[in-house]
């Protein structure tokens, strides 16, 4: 649609996210058999792709996500996974992701109303063996579980079999590598620990909040 002020012509996108929805597919590639990527039309995306090698892997994506420079890829070409299984809740955003999962049966959970930053990497795989003198593997790569609304701050690391509860956030540059059980908390360093406890965070700008 246009509208025309003062002798010049402009282009008016009265629906932007429409706009998104039409001009920014998301690109899925699968080499396999028995994969499927579901997502709604609420989905936003640019710049964003679902590569899948492997054999029975499913992607869910709920409501109203927003993925931009999102890149989910489960499997190797040179070494297929199989029966992985991909869950990312309503209204979470993403600003450059990358999702990795290279073991069979593996699981990603991420929960609904979370945010995350820039330069983030959720490796669910170590992408190479560490075995013992009897050659059993000792780095297996089973799931990686984000609760409901979690702030995921730029440049973090989240590794293979970790979780991150409800209502907390991952601070800049942090290395998640375990499990968290206490909600509203914040997680910072290399590795990761608890730094604080008993908070909650929302979307709003700090001044919001300003009281001087």
């Known amino acids: 649609m246009y509208s025309n002020y003062n002798g010049v012509e402009y282009m008016l996108f009265l629906n932007i996210k429409e706009f998104i929805r039409t001009n920014f597919p ?35 994506i709920k409501d109203n ?30 600003n450059g992701t990358t999702i990795q999962i290279g073991e ?32 059993n593997l000792l780095n297996r790569g089973k799931f990686i579980e984000i609760g409901n609304k979690v702030w995921v701050c730029k ?4 590794m293979k079999n970790t ?21 509203g908390i914040v997680i910072a360093g290399c590795p990761a620990r608890q730094v604080k406890s008993g908070i909650h965070w929302k979307f709003d700008r700090p001044n919001k909040y300003m009281k001087d």
């Open 155 to 158: 440049n973090a690391t989240i």
């Open 104 to 135: 069979n049966n593996s699981r990603v959970i991420i929960g609904s109303n979370c945010m995350f930053s820039f330069d983030i990497e959720l490796n669910c795989t170590d992408s190479h063996s560490v075995l013992d003198e009897n050659e």
């Open 163 to 183: 979780k991150i509860p409800d209502n907390s956030i991952v601070s800049q540059n942090s290395v998640v590598t375990r499990e968290f059980t206490e909600s």
């Open 26 to 60: 998301l690109k899925v590639v699968s080499k396999g058999e028995n994969n499927s990527v579901f997502y709604p039309k609420s989905l936003l995306k640019r710049k964003s792709s679902v590569k899948i090698y492997g054999n029975n892997n499913k992607v869910v």
């Open 65 to 94: 996500c927003y993925l931009h420079n999102f890149h989910l890829i489960i499997g190797f070409p040179d070494c297929p996974a199989n029966n992985c299984y991909v869950e990312i809740g309503e209204h979470t955003s993403f």
